[in-house]
């Protein structure tokens, strides 16, 4: 089951978080940046708009079917993105693959929550939750390669691919996890008369400024400012990502040993703070000697916060409830990931990268107060 998880998540994460990868592609065939941050900026937005209604499919019928027709929607409209010239049924292509994608981020953590007990969840968590950053490095090793030497139609065969051998592979092994016996309370509404949910969605909200930033134009600002390979500077975000996926890990993990999801979680935004305004600095500076680590400080410490947040949720909201609970945890990071593309390509155009790292690291400073001590304060 969290192989099964890991795998379609991961296909899902390269469906959405790898077309940014084709930035430097279609800036190159004239583009401008911010029109080519909104074409690949829809996965995220089809992701967005569907997060919560396969959430309330899953509490209702299960992890199996919805993991299987999502990664089956997502490997059609890849293929068809693939094989098609217009750019307005390309782009409706992306925006459907998205919608396929967002069936995994609830139903494969429901999976994982649901065959796992406490004691050892925060750490079966962090490992479904490298999928994340597993996709993004595969995406950044391979997506801009094909798309340079093959074009931007093979290269978004890659996720297509993917996607279609996590669909067999669910259709093939996925079990529903068992569910306890419903009682009234069991189904009562976790979101009433508590704000523990509310508090933990706003902190993952404000703490994907700089993982999203960081993925999106990380390789671009390799590239550009740097003087990069596109080979190079995907490689090292490949490394960064592999890195990130070890960070979740490690902090599922510290989660089990301290019995608190919520204390690593504060520990977490505090380190992507020090980290985003260092970068910021390095930057502006052009210190290059430093940014370099620097980013890949930076992009390991702001992904470690999504499993402990994701796994918060799925405990907090219970059976009956977690599907929709991570169906809004996601909506809102995704709302951000959706927009970062084109604002902060607009920003970065403006004023250069190290202003859009600096606001990144403004909102890890507000994210730091709102972390709940315990449910309920």
């Known amino acids: 089951m969290l192989a099964l998880g890991v795998f379609a998540q991961t296909a899902s994460s390269m469906f959405i978080h790898g077309t940014p990868f084709l930035l430097p592609a279609l800036t190159a065939r004239g583009d401008s940046l911010a029109a080519a941050g909104a074409l690949v900026a829809l996965p995220t937005v ?26 089956a929607v997502m490997f059609v409209a890849g293929v068809g993105a693939a094989l098609v010239d217009n750019t307005l049924a390309f782009g409706a292509l992306l925006l459907l693959g998205g919608i396929g994608a967002a069936s995994s981020n609830g139903a494969s953590g429901r999976v994982i929550v649901g065959w796992f007990p406490p004691d050892r969840r925060g750490l079966a968590m962090g490992i479904r939750q490298t999928a994340q950053p597993l996709g993004v490095g595969l995406g950044a090793l391979s997506i801009p390669w094909v798309a340079q030497q093959h074009g931007i139609s093979a290269a978004l065969l890659v996720p297509a691919v993917m996607a279609g051998l996590a669909a067999v592979g669910c259709l093939a092994g996925i079990v529903d996890p068992p569910r306890p016996a419903t009682k009234a309370a069991d189904r009562a509404n976790p979101y009433r008369g508590d704000s523990t949910l509310w508090r933990i969605h706003a902190v993952s909200i404000l703490l994907v400024f700089p993982q999203a930033t ?36 490690g902090a599922g993990a510290w989660s089990d040993r301290v019995g608190s999801r919520l204390t690593p979680l504060r520990q977490v935004a505090i380190g992507a703070v020090v980290s985003m305004a260092a970068l910021s600095l390095a930057a502006w500076t052009e210190w290059w000697w430093a940014a370099v680590p620097l980013m890949v400080v930076a992009s390991v410490v702001s992904v470690s916060d999504n499993g402990l947040a994701f796994t918060a949720v799925a405990e907090i909201a219970g059976p009956f409830w977690s599907g929709r609970g991570l169906g809004i945890q996601n909506t809102g990071q995704n709302l951000v990931i959706a927009a970062i593309p084109p604002v902060f390509g607009a920003l970065i155009t403006a004023t250069g990268f190290s202003t859009a790292y600096a606001l990144a690291a403004v909102a890890a400073v507000a994210a730091i107060p709102l972390v709940p001590t315990e449910r309920g304060k």
């Open 46 to 71: 089809g992701l967005v708009c569907t997060l919560i209604a396969w959430g309330y499919v899953v509490d209702r019928i299960g992890e199996r079917v919805v993991l299987v027709a999502g990664t």
């Open 214 to 249: 960081l993925w999106t134009f990380g390789l671009l600002w390799l590239h550009r400012d740097l003087g990069w390979s596109l080979a190079a500077a995907g490689a090292l975000m490949t490394v960064t990502q592999f890195l990130g996926a070890a960070g979740r890990i």
